[in-house]
């Protein structure tokens, strides 16, 4: 009898990029050489919100979560000495992901490559912005559209290239159930091709159709997530067949990447995360029906801070180990026929088909982002309460919390940071690049690139034009907030109290207790200062707090020290919240401290919440903030009675 032939290993990747294009670019290198056989590309936020390094938002953010890249020199250094028609590159992009692509597209021909070799990735989801990760620029429309730009100027231009990664990971990372993760992504790839399907010819449209990859997160719960990636499988297959009439097998393939779950990783015996990141890897590569084609792991340090190179090799180890010491490859789908798999996956369909049911009723995804957001961050506090309330064990955290503490902590806290100097470094070049470029080039470039904007064309021609021209990032941007306007997402957290108030009457009688020695509603403004669009933390503590009886003031991410400190003032705040997650606390809070004495409101306590190491909790503490909470503080409800301590204005406060 003769031996399955063995399968080929999925991508092996690590999403990668910090500081500087060179450092970044060195790192990749590294990684290459250790054995990764695809890149993902990690962009810092001004990148991916469509600033320069030198903007006012951009302040305290320069290389914290990725890369910065604001111009053809930048993205030029970044692949230095890396053949770019041998690689398979993910870019996690998605606001400027045109203006990405057509920096890559042009440092590969720089390098002498036929763009039609070039093989990778953009993320390039606007919707799962709106809903979890908040990088978008514009309203959904025009952001739909410079979608189906990316995919039209693909399918015709680079062949082998993904112009979309429909990406669920966000998803689950908001909260999302299974079966939202399902149909939410599933609803935002049919808004896609609905949008796709006039602008190619009708015998073309299977092709363009069969580029259309997914993003997707794997958790914990391994059978349940293995289950949700045949359910994948079979929903996409079903909705290409049925709702596009194609044929086709390969065209209908449910084709993924995945990086399992970080939003499980915890910051108490961080060590446990290595185990939790196997455990998820399995789900979505055994299954050999369902198998990723790419994985990328996060590292066992992540909930700390910015993993070291030892640390993702270690992750990269681990796919190594699995894709060719164990005998995986070797064998047929392990679990067709069995009965339970079997049920679970036709129980996630049933319930996916329900919801994407619902949303088609509202007008598909772009009609449904409100009501999606609202069921995330609902989804999200259920999830939390099961957490507090013990019925969802949690290693380390909720149970079996008594450990010894880790050796793999050096005396640096386990992690890497970001020089402070980088940003001014980065500015610098920003400067020195403006000043070397022509500028009437860049003028009829940008000239050219609005008015293709404004006429409806595809903008991937004149994005490449102006990439060559030397335009900047924030220029690219500005010329698409200029045409399609600015969007600010729904928070999904709405003023009136929810049916999860169980639990919290003792709390609610102190903030009732409080409110009337103070004269009016305790006000609580929650705010997220920076471009760190991750809300989940910020949502759930203002979602906890209104619950709990207090009169919350939350606007959403991207706001400024400035404006914080203006609501601050206008509101009369009793207490203000900060949730930052970027590594950009130190001059954030640092410029809002002095904003806060500036407007004499020194006497309002300021509370921060983050990934924030030990070193830099004392830091903050020393300019004033009264509490410093970190993933560790997952009881929201000792949150809550901080807060009504800190602006208790009688003796209850010392009961």
Same mark, same amino acid.
């Given at each position: 009898m003769?031996?399955?032939?063995k399968?080929?290993?999925?991508? $092996? ?13 060195a ?6 050489a250790?054995g ?5 590309v ?6 991916q919100t469509g ?5 006012v ?8 979560v990725?890369?910065?890249? +604001?111009?053809?020199?930048d ?31 042009a440092v ?22 709106y ?6 620029i +514009?309203p959904?429309?025009p952001?739909l559209?410079?979608?189906?730009d990316v995919?039209e100027?693909?399918?015709?231009n ?8 429909? +990406? ?6 908001a ?10 992504a599933?609803a ?10 006039p ?24 059978v349940?997530?293995? +289950? ?9 297959d079903?909705? *290409?067949h049925?709702?596009?009439?194609i ?10 990447g *995945? ?14 995360n290595v185990?939790?990141i ?5 789900a979505?590569t055994?299954?050999k ?6 994985v ?11 993993p070291?190179?030892?640390d ?12 060719y010491?164990?005998d995986?490859?070797?064998?047929d ?17 049933e ?9 088609e ?7 449904a982002i409100?009501y999606?957001?609202a069921r ?12 507090e309330r013990?019925?969802t064990?949690?290693?380390?955290v909720?149970?079996?919390?008594t450990?010894?503490?880790s050796p ?7 992690i890497?940071?970001v020089?402070?100097?980088v940003?001014a ?9 403006k ?5 009437a ?7 050219e690139?609005r008015t ?10 004149a ?14 941007a500005?010329?698409m ?28 009688e ?10 009016r ?11 760190d669009g991750?809300?989940n933390g910020?949502?759930?503590?203002a ?8 009169d919350i003031?939350?606007?959403g ?9 203006r609501?601050?003032l206008?509101d009369?705040?009793h207490?203000?919240g ?5 590594g ?14 500036d407007a004499?409101?020194?006497?309002i306590?300021v509370?921060?919440?983050?990934i $924030? ?5 004392k ?11 970190t993933p560790?503080?997952?009881e929201?409800?000792?949150i809550m009675?901080?807060i009504v301590?800190?602006v208790?204005p ?6």
């Amino acid at each position: 009898m003769s031996q399955p032939q063995k399968d080929r290993p999925w991508l $092996i990747r690590t999403y990668a990029g910090h500081s500087t294009a060179t450092a970044s670019n060195a790192l990749y290198r590294a990684n290459l050489a250790k054995g990764q056989t695809g890149l993902s590309v990690a962009f810092d936020l001004p990148t991916q919100t469509g600033y320069d390094s030198d903007h006012v938002l951009a302040r305290g953010e320069v290389g914290k979560v990725g890369v910065p890249i +604001c111009h053809l020199g930048d993205m030029r250094q970044l692949f230095a000495d890396i053949p770019l028609e041998q690689m398979n590159t993910s870019m996690t992009i998605n606001a400027t992901a045109p203006w990405l692509l057509a920096l890559y597209i042009a440092v590969a021909e720089e390098q002498g490559v036929d763009p039609k070799a070039l093989q990778g990735t953009v993320q390039n989801d606007l919707i799962k912005e709106y809903l979890s990760r908040g990088t978008y620029i +514009c309203p959904p429309k025009p952001s739909l559209k410079m979608i189906g730009d990316v995919a039209e100027y693909c399918y015709k231009n680079i062949p082998k290239w993904n112009p979309m990664n429909v +990406c669920s990971y966000h998803l689950q990372e908001a909260g999302a159930t299974p079966e939202q993760e399902l149909s939410f992504a599933l609803a935002t790839a049919i808004a896609v091709l609905d949008e796709l399907r006039p602008r190619v010819p009708e015998a073309d449209f299977p092709v363009l159709a069969g580029r259309i990859s997914f993003f997707v997160n794997a958790g914990i719960r391994f059978v349940t997530e293995m +289950c949700k990636m045949r359910a994948f499988v079979d929903l996409w297959d079903e909705i *290409v067949h049925e709702r596009y009439g194609i044929e086709d097998p390969k065209a209908r393939r449910f084709r993924y990447g *995945v990086q399992v779950n970080s939003l499980g990783l915890t910051e108490q015996q961080p060590e446990n995360n290595v185990y939790r990141i196997l455990i998820e890897m399995l789900a979505v590569t055994l299954s050999k029906k369902a198998r990723a084609r790419a994985v990328q792991l996060p590292a066992w340090n992540e909930a700390l801070g910015l993993p070291r190179p030892w640390d993702q090799q270690w992750s990269m180890r681990m796919q190594q180990i699995l894709a060719y010491e164990t005998d995986l490859l070797e064998f047929d789908d392990l679990f067709d026929g069995n009965p339970a798999v079997d049920r679970k996956v036709e129980a996630l369909k049933e319930g996916a088909r329900h919801e994407l049911a619902t949303l088609e009723s509202m007008g598909g995804a772009i009609g449904a982002i409100d009501y999606m957001k609202a069921r995330l961050v609902d989804s999200n506090a259920e999830r939390l309460n099961r957490i507090e309330r013990n019925e969802t064990v949690v290693v380390g955290v909720n149970k079996f919390t008594t450990g010894e503490p880790s050796p793999l902590m050096d005396e640096e806290g386990g992690i890497m940071t970001v020089d402070p100097a980088v940003e001014a470094e980065q500015i610098g070049r920003l400067n020195d690049w403006k000043a070397a470029r022509d500028a009437a080039a860049v003028r009829d470039a940008l000239a050219e690139l609005r008015t293709a904007a404004t006429e409806g064309r595809n903008i991937m021609p004149a994005s490449i034009k102006a990439a060559r021209a030397g335009v900047t990032t924030g220029e690219w941007a500005q010329q698409m907030r200029a045409v399609h306007g600015e969007y600010r997402g729904p928070t999904g957290v709405s003023s009136s109290p929810s049916n999860k108030t169980e639990g919290l009457e003792e709390i609610r009688e102190e903030v009732n207790a409080v409110s009337t020695q103070l004269g009016r509603r305790l006000k609580f403004l929650v705010g997220k200062p920076g471009l760190d669009g991750h809300s989940n933390g910020a949502e759930q503590i203002a979602f906890r707090a209104r619950d709990c009886g207090m009169d919350i003031d939350y606007q959403g991410i991207r706001l400024t020290p400035e404006e914080l400190v203006r609501a601050a003032l206008d509101d009369e705040a009793h207490v203000v919240g900060l949730s930052i997650l970027s590594g950009s606390h130190i001059p954030l809070v640092e410029e809002l401290m002095q904003r806060m004495k500036d407007a004499g409101l020194t006497h309002i306590p300021v509370i921060v919440g983050g990934i $924030i190491p030990e070193e830099d909790a004392k830091r903050l503490r020393a300019m004033g903030v009264a509490r410093v909470y970190t993933p560790k503080d997952f009881e929201l409800n000792t949150i809550m009675r901080d807060i009504v301590r800190l602006v208790d204005p009688g003796p209850v406060a010392a009961e």
